[in-house]
């Protein structure tokens, strides 16, 4: 079965800092699309970034990035210069199957001021 | 307002009773979807929808059952709800292509079973 898997169920950077998430996925697929979403303490959850697994430059969004590794099944998501309204969970996810996404456990980031 | 809106926001109800949680978005969106989130395993996704009266399971539909007469809403329900049923359930949305396309999601709907 498709998984993804965040290793750090919770994470705390200091404001204007970097923090990095991790994350890992178990695919047999070729072409495939990665996502990070954020949830906020509100509860919608909103997108980050998304990766078409084809590309092999890491997507980029303001001071959001991926490392994506797609040999390691690795995808990783960089946050620069952290503000405190970068602090929520994070979800890593994969699309599956052709109507699902499957979602990681989450991160739960914290942002220190 | 434009969007996607749940209702209730929060239920409490009893073992056997049902339960119906209610989705609508005003973006006329072809995919329509019923995720459940508990903690240690992300969002789960429960049923989903292509296009009105067009429905599918997806990964823990046992329990559910949805409805899609027209496009803009996608009630879920609980026909006789059983503890392991407490969970926060999101619904979300999306248009054309699903996997090149942004989910939006709902603010959820938190149901707490007794």
């Known amino acids: 079965a498709q998984t993804v898997t965040q290793s750090q169920p919770e994470m705390s950077v200091q404001e204007a800092e970097t923090v990095t998430l991790s994350c890992t996925y178990d695919t047999s697929e070729s072409d495939y699309y990665l996502f990070w979403y954020k949830q906020p303490p509100s509860r919608q959850m909103i997108l980050v970034i998304r990766?078409?697994?084809?590309?092999?430059q890491n997507a980029t969004e303001n001071r959001f990035s991926v490392n994506f590794q797609k040999a390691a099944k690795s995808f990783s998501l960089k946050i620069s210069d952290s503000q405190l309204g970068d602090a929520a969970m994070y979800f890593c996810?994969?699309?599956?199957?052709?109507?699902?996404?499957?979602f990681g456990a989450g991160t739960r980031l914290t942002v220190k001021p | 307002d434009a969007g996607i809106t749940q209702s209730p926001r929060y239920k409490i109800t009893e073992t056997g009773r049902q339960v119906t949680l209610m989705c609508h978005q005003t973006?006329?969106?072809?995919?329509m979807f019923w995720y459940r989130q508990d903690l240690g395993h992300g969002l789960r996704l429960i049923y989903y929808s292509a296009a009105a009266d067009i429905t599918d399971k997806g990964e823990v539909p046992d329990g559910y059952v949805v409805s899609r007469s027209k496009t803009e809403n996608f009630p879920l329900t609980l026909e006789s709800a059983t503890r392991s049923q407490t969970s926060v359930y999101f619904c979300?949305?999306?248009?054309?292509?699903?996997?090149?396309?942004?989910?939006?999601f709902g603010e959820g709907s938190r149901l707490t079973v007794l």
């Open positions: 996810a994969q699309n599956y199957n052709n109507n699902d996404m499957r």
């Open positions: 973006w006329s969106h072809s995919y």
């Open positions: 990766q078409e697994a084809y590309k092999q």
């Open positions: 979300a949305s999306t248009s054309g292509d699903f996997f090149t396309g942004e989910l939006f």
